[in-house]
């Protein structure tokens, strides 16, 4: 590689057990909070060319909080547990892309121009900068709860278990994406122009999911059992941030 190449992480970690019983229940609480703070430099092209490099710095902060309330009795017939989870997560993510040298000549220039030169040939598209930044911000927060019961009926070897759990999640992103260069057509103008392309806004989407589960369980003896389940499950969806540099560069070439 042409480019240094690493990856630096400070990390901060920290969980807290809480538990309470007296003679019917069993409360838990379980506590936890992640900080990280990430700096990433990468040689993009993996090459000995100046094509493109990374500089990326990310600094996260993640809390989870869990309580789980369970019954403390020697009722072998009927069993329950009722619980809630939330989390939130707030993500703030520099990863601006650097075009250098030869990625701007080779790769954005030449691009332009061999379709230019189909109806220009003796001109071309100049770049004042040697090299520019595909600059990228964005602010990734997250958040969610979630409640749920689960209870279980048991008679003789047979154990029949019904639960359900309600999730609520959040997810946003507020993105700043801009490359900022001055250009030069050869066969219309005599000094540069500046050309200014911009991908700004924001998203967001929540998802409200009911997820039932029933289950039932045959105990042959002690050591074997035969079991059957149902259950409705959701993986929550995201946003991509490592496309926002192909699409911006697409985008200036188009302008």
């Known amino acids: 590689y042409n480019d240094k190449c690493g990856y630096d992480r400070k990390s901060l970690i920290n969980g807290t057990k809480i538990n309470y ?93 061999n379709g230019l030169h189909h109806s220009f040939p003796d001109d071309n598209i100049l770049f004042r900068e040697k090299e520019f930044d595909a600059n990228s911000s964005f602010i990734y927060p997250r958040y969610g709860t979630a409640l749920y019961y689960q209870g279980s009926y048991k008679y003789k070897n047979l154990k029949l278990i019904g639960g359900l759990r309600m999730d609520y999640e959040n997810i946003s992103l507020d993105y700043k994406n801009d490359i900022r260069i001055n250009y030069l057509f050869t066969l219309t103008m005599d000094e540069y122009k500046p050309l200014n392309t911009i991908l700004w806004g924001k998203e967001s989407q929540e998802t409200l999911e009911l997820l039932p589960k029933i289950a039932l369980v045959y105990d042959i003896n002690d050591d074997f059992n035969i079991y ?20 911006l560069s697409n985008k200036m070439r188009e302008d």
Request: proline share 2%; hydrophobic share 35%.
């Open 21 to 113: 019983r007296n003679n019917k229940i069993n409360l838990l609480s379980i506590s936890s909070i992640q900080i990280l703070d990430d700096k990433m430099l990468l040689d993009n092209d993996f090459s000995t060319k100046a094509l493109f490099t990374l500089n990326q710095t990310q600094r996260e902060i993640g809390l989870s909080q869990e309580f789980i309330l369970k019954p403390i009795n020697n009722n072998k017939t009927f069993d329950w547990i009722i619980g809630s989870y939330s989390f939130s997560r707030h993500l703030d993510l520099q990863s601006p892309v650097r075009f250098r040298e030869d990625g701007v000549n080779d790769i954005i220039l030449q691009n332009i121009n």
């Open 228 to 247: 059957a389940t149902i259950s409705k499950g959701y993986k929550s969806g995201g946003y991509n941030t490592q496309i926002f540099s192909d699409i």
